[in-house]
């Protein structure tokens, strides 16, 4: 069993930037590949961004070169970096835990979520 606590997000004016973090429970959390997603009001939610294992990244079109993912295994903790922010970044982000070792980018590839942490853009 994982749990995972998001934090970080709060209101920012377009062209800011917020760093979120999302603290996971459990021994094993450097096998799992990490994820991050969004879900804006009245949308389904989506895929932002993964970081593997290993360090390998992925990025959905919509933040590449705005939004970096990173790890530290030792503090159990994934990082995303978001700069650049517009209001379309408004929305709840969530941090997700997949057993795979490849990134995927379906909310049903994640077994553990956590509650989602909101992030507010104003223009």
């Known amino acids: 069993q994982v749990q995972l606590v998001e934090s970080g997000g709060g209101l920012v004016q377009a062209g800011g930037s917020l760093r979120l973090s999302c603290l996971a429970s459990g021994r094993t959390f450097s096998s799992y590949t990490m994820g991050w997603f969004r879900q804006a009001p009245g949308k389904e939610r989506e895929f932002v961004t993964g970081i593997s294992w290993s360090g390998g990244t992925y990025y959905a079109d919509s933040v590449k070169g705005r939004f970096t993912i990173s790890r530290a295994n030792a503090k159990n903790t994934v990082y995303l970096q978001m700069n650049s922010l517009n209001p379309e970044d408004t929305a709840v982000y969530y941090c997700?835990?997949?057993?795979?070792?490849?990134?995927?980018?379906?909310?049903?590839?994640?077994?553990?979520w956590g509650q989602g942490t909101q992030v507010t853009v104003s223009s």
């Open positions: 997700a835990a997949d057993t795979d070792i490849l990134i995927r980018r379906s909310t049903s590839a994640y077994i553990y």
